[in-house]
């Protein structure tokens, strides 16, 4: 394997594992309690990267749209970054 491809499959699991630890962590916020120690390791692996998205866009009223935002934002990151690393 050459070392093109491992950049890009590093990227893209890298990617890949960050969206599922955003999707758990708001799926667990909805049915675990907080003192949870499998919550409170999946929420500080998520936060500073929700933090970053709340930053920018604050939640709307009672909605918070951080977590589709960054799972969005991870998609086009990991397309971009690919796309480059494909090039190269």
Same mark, same amino acid.
């Given at each position: 394997?050459m070392l093109k491809d491992l $950049?890009?499959?590093?990227?893209?699991?890298?990617?890949? =594992?960050?969206?599922?630890? !955003?999707?758990?962590?708001?799926?667990?916020?909805? *049915?675990? #309690?907080?003192?949870? /120690? !499998?919550?409170?390791?999946?929420?500080?692996? $998520?936060? #500073?990267?929700?933090?970053?998205?709340?930053?920018? !866009?604050? #939640?709307?009223?009672? !909605?918070? =749209?951080? #977590?589709? *935002? $960054?799972?969005?934002?991870?998609?086009?990151? /990991?397309? *971009?970054?690919?796309? *480059?690393?494909?090039?190269?």
């Amino acid at each position: 394997m050459m070392l093109k491809d491992l $950049a890009i499959t590093f990227v893209s699991m890298t990617c890949d =594992i960050l969206n599922l630890v !955003i999707f758990f962590d708001v799926l667990l916020s909805w *049915i675990v #309690p907080v003192d949870n /120690k !499998i919550f409170q390791f999946i929420d500080s692996l $998520a936060r #500073p990267i929700l933090n970053g998205v709340k930053k920018i !866009i604050p #939640p709307l009223g009672m !909605i918070d =749209i951080s #977590p589709m *935002i $960054a799972l969005i934002g991870l998609e086009i990151l /990991k397309n *971009i970054l690919v796309t *480059i690393l494909s090039s190269l």
